[in-house]
């Protein structure tokens, strides 16, 4: 086991090391199709409140394909196919770089309702207990988790968490869930008569 006493940190920020050592971070985009996980209508209702814009301008509502949603499918995603409702999702809308429109220079611009698995990166609860999370140890590389091995403490400790902080988050996420495909299908319906 490797006991790591520090991890070095550039601009304050654990992530930013990320774009020191390897040019990019989490919040930009690794393969050609970019983050590319459906959100829940709660989350770009939040954004849409707090920027002041409409829905669609604060979230990308879009078709998905078929292909795209066998995709999900194809890694057992079985959340992100509840996310899917009569073929469409909401996804955060990327800039022309390939990275989270909301990624600004010094991070991201809206710290206080980002998508919840953007709030909850990089843990999962895994059998009643906060960890890293599945996607970050099966698809990714994450800097923190690499320097401090299992230590979650130490982890929630360099990304300003707590367990009780992430409880939170999971309850509003599972609140999220729960609404989201009636709140989709009364948006469509919507869209559909006007």
Known sequence: ???????????????????????STCCESKTDAGPMFP??????????RWLQVPLDEAMSLQRVSKTEQRALDG?????????????????????????CKYLGRHGCTVPT??????ALFPFTKI?????????????GFC???DALGSQPQELMREFGMTESGLDTLERHW?????????????????????
């Open 75 to 99: 890694i057992g995603d079985s959340l992100g196919r509840k996310l899917i409702v009569d073929g469409y999702g909401f996804f955060l809308p990327m800039s022309k770089e390939g990275s």
């Open 127 to 139: 059998n009643g207990t906060w960890g890293v999370g599945q996607w970050v140890s099966t698809f």
């Open 1 to 23: 086991m490797r006991l790591v006493t520090s991890v070095p940190r550039y601009g304050g920020c654990i992530c930013a090391t990320c774009k020191m050592l390897y040019g």
């Open 143 to 145: 800097f923190a988790q």
């Open 113 to 118: 309702v980002k998508p919840l698995i953007c």
């Open 39 to 48: 959100r829940t209508y709660g989350e770009a209702s939040r954004l849409s």
């Open 174 to 194: 599972h609140r999220d869930i729960k609404m989201h495909a009636a709140q989709m299908r009364k948006l469509l319906r919507q869209r559909r008569c006007c």
